[in-house]
């Protein structure tokens, strides 16, 4: 299921504003060493996972076939908008869809339960087992996605437990604006042994294509807060369309809209503030 968690690692859910990166920051490596799997494992509070789910944690974390840390991704983005997107990722791929990105689906089945699909061969359950969102879009967020792929290069179906361990941050940069840095751990476990090679084989070219998902998505994100900040109606509108939330969620996105809208009068407010007080300085 490597497509599978190609697609799971785009959720967490791509083009309009161009997402801008704090100044001077480039996003980091990849990483796939032992030493940071161990690292990123012991990062995640499995006292806190969700019980039922806490033993097939533990195992793919421990023993995955593949494990890769994608590059941090560092976008102007409201903290705000973030947190939601990531914790209501459907809201997001019923975004794509209506604006013809994409025709992935992910349905909410429960309070923290998903049903993905890429409709290219990739199906899978995906379980939202433990999860801290603080304001400041200091979030963690653990995911488990029970999945199975079939089509090429596989000559018989692929399946795969993944374990997604989504990290953010934010910082408010001299230029007034907010930055959310944001990286991802993927841990997948193929039970297949012949399937296991092959798909260490092709890793790097698959985990590329994640990375660059995951980026695509967090670039996104920025665009829909930035478009919230200047036409908060156009953002408003969409968000009445999106036929997966139900009225407590839709509220939320609305009032998360709105404030953007407002962060964004204040900023340009005291830019504005700042450039007349300049002259009278010197």
Known sequence: MLRAAVLAVAIGGILAHAA???AGAEPHEAATDAAT???AARTIPLDKVDPAYRDAVREIVRRPTLFRRSPTSVVDCRPAM?????????????IWNDLGISNAELVRTGANTFRLADNAGTTGDMVIVESTCEAGAQNRIVMYVDGQYEGKPFHQPLTARCVLVLRSGSVKETNGRDYVATRIDSFIKLDQTSV????????????????RNFADTVSFISSLSYTAERRPEAIHSLAADLQQLDDRRRAEFSAVIDLCHRSGLVDRSERVAAAAEEPASR
């Open 82 to 94: 973030f947190t939601y997107t990531v914790e209501n990722p459907e809201a997001l791929v019923e």
């Open 20 to 22: 801008t990166t704090a």
């Open 196 to 211: 296991a090679l092959l798909a260490k084989a092709m890793h790097p070219l698959i985990g590329k294509t994640a990375d």
């Open 37 to 39: 799997r161990r690292a």
